[in-house]
């Protein structure tokens, strides 16, 4: 009687597992017990298993590579009825008017010297045609340029302003998308090389009282030539230092408000005597975060000296030279003049004429030249970069010379001498090519929902497994876990106790009592 009850509990729980097993929608299992012969069985068994093994190498597979978190770029074009105008920097490229500089100033020293060095090196390059001896030379002549903007920044930034070019002097023409302009539209910052420099549209203007207050960014309906910015400006040879500015004109750079230009770095030179058209085209960058691949930042938690100074967004750029400031500041205790150093932190300007200043200084100078400085400075998130189209005529035409002069006299001024009046005067056109704009975007090339969908692929693919064949393994687990109970309270009561779960007649399922019989 025990044996046949025991044997009856057995060979029940046997079959729960059985019918399971057997009408599984994992494919090949039922397959291994559908099978009558042995070697059918075991070939079907090896197969199983061997499917089962490739299943769980793909998805481990799968599973890393997210983890590696991919991405890829996708480009559109993106068009667009309405574009911001970008800010356009303008600089002279000379930093110093040479009637600002008085001949007592300590300055003229070291114009001097620095005179005389090209002198010399025009000397020697005369005598000799290797240009072995170039880079001694170019040192010794940076040398002094380094002495004269040392001591040029040492002055305050209101002596600073009124020894450069002003505005005021050179824009004698503005006007943007048909609408005249003035100096109004302009903001100046003070460059260590360039001295003043001004930017158009830059969202800042300073009001009666002189404090900076934001305004609207223009915006441009219309692409093509006429709607651009259209700027005349006379560069004021005659002020020029001879033997510190080689080349004649200014440094634009087109960039984004939120940006800090940095014209020693970049931007393009235009030359006098002619009419410079930029026609451009705009790129908006978006980068991912961390973990993804370029690690972008917002500037969130990130030093930034130029946001302090001068309100700028973050750029990689920024972050740099703070970080190369910093460390000067730490190290060598004063503040470099090619840095923003923000005047909370009341730091002295580096002095070079101090021998230990100096070596410091140059120290920190090679680092951040070969970028040694162990800065953590990852890619803003969100970019604007101009794609620029540059072309050039002679401006003004031999024709118009004359009566261009004529106009000028009626304005303002102007002493030059007839033979010099192409080289005192720049015209430059900067205007949107289209309105269509570039979108680089980073994606990620793996989300959540490829994740799943790619690793329940391989899973159909080799074993036929879903969601619905863990349901059925689930109720598996439920039919079991009844069973062992039905077993507890039968055998609390002697009597045979009949399991109403089993008597239910399920399809597939063969009760006890059939069995046993
Ligand atoms: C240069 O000289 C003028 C007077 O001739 C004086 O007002 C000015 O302050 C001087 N500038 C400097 C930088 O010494
Ligand atoms: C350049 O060379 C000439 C002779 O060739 C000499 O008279 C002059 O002093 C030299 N200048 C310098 C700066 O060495
Ligand atoms: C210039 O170079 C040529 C060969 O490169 C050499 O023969 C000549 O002597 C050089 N001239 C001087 C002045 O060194
Ligand atoms: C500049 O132009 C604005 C209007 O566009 C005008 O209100 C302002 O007075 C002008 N400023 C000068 C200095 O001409
Ligand atoms: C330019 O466009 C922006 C966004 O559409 C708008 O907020 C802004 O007022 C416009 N600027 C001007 C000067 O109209
Ligand atoms: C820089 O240092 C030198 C020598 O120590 C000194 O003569 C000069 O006045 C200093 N310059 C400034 C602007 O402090």
Known sequence: MTLLKTSCEVSTLRQLGWTIVQHTSAHGIPNVFRSRHWFRKLVWTAFVFFALCCALWQCTEMVLTYFSYPSHDKITLISSAKLKFPAVTICNLNSVRLSSLNRSF??????????????????RSHIWNSSADFPDEYVQYAGAFKKFASEFNQLSDEQKTEMGHNLEDMLIFCNFHGQECN????????????????????????????????????????????????????????????????????RLLIHDQSQMPFPEDEGVNIPPGAETDIGMMKVHIKRLKSPYESQCTEGENVKNYYKDSYGAGYTREACKRTCAQQSIMENCGCSHW???SPKELHYTKCNLSTPGVRDCVELYEFKFAHDDLNCHCPLQCMEELYELTVSGSQWPSTAFIGSFSRSLKAFRA????????????????????????????????????????????????????????????????????????????????????????????????????????
């Open 338 to 340: 090619e840095f923003a």
């Open 414 to 517: 102007f002493q030059i001498a007839q033979s010099s009046r192409r080289d005192n005067f720049v015209k430059v056109v900067v205007y949107f090519k289209q309105l269509n704009y570039e979108l680089i975007e980073e994606e990620p090339s793996m989300t959540e929902i490829d994740l799943i969908s790619n690793m329940g692929g391989l899973v159909g693919l080799w074993v036929g497994f879903s969601v619905c064949t863990l349901a059925e393994f689930f109720e598996l687990f439920i039919d079991v876990l009844l069973f062992f109970i039905q077993r507890c309270l039968r055998k609390a009561p002697p009597e045979v106790y009949r399991n109403p779960y089993l008597e239910k007649q399920r399809p597939g399922y063969i009760s006890c009592k059939t069995t046993t019989i």
């Open 183 to 250: 100096t109004s539209f302009f903001s100046r910052f003070i460059n260590y090389k360039f001295g003043n420099c001004y930017t158009f549209n830059s969202q800042k203007t300073t009001d009666v009282e002189g404090n900076l207050i934001s305004i609207e960014a223009l915006n441009i309906t219309k692409a093509g030539f006429m709607y651009g910015l259209h700027l005349e400006l006379f560069i004021q040879q005659i002020e020029y230092i001879r033997d510190m500015t080689h080349s004649a004109g200014i």
């Open 106 to 123: 300590a300055m003229f020293t070291s114009l001097q010297d620095s005179g005389l060095e090209m002198a010399h090196r025009r000397n």
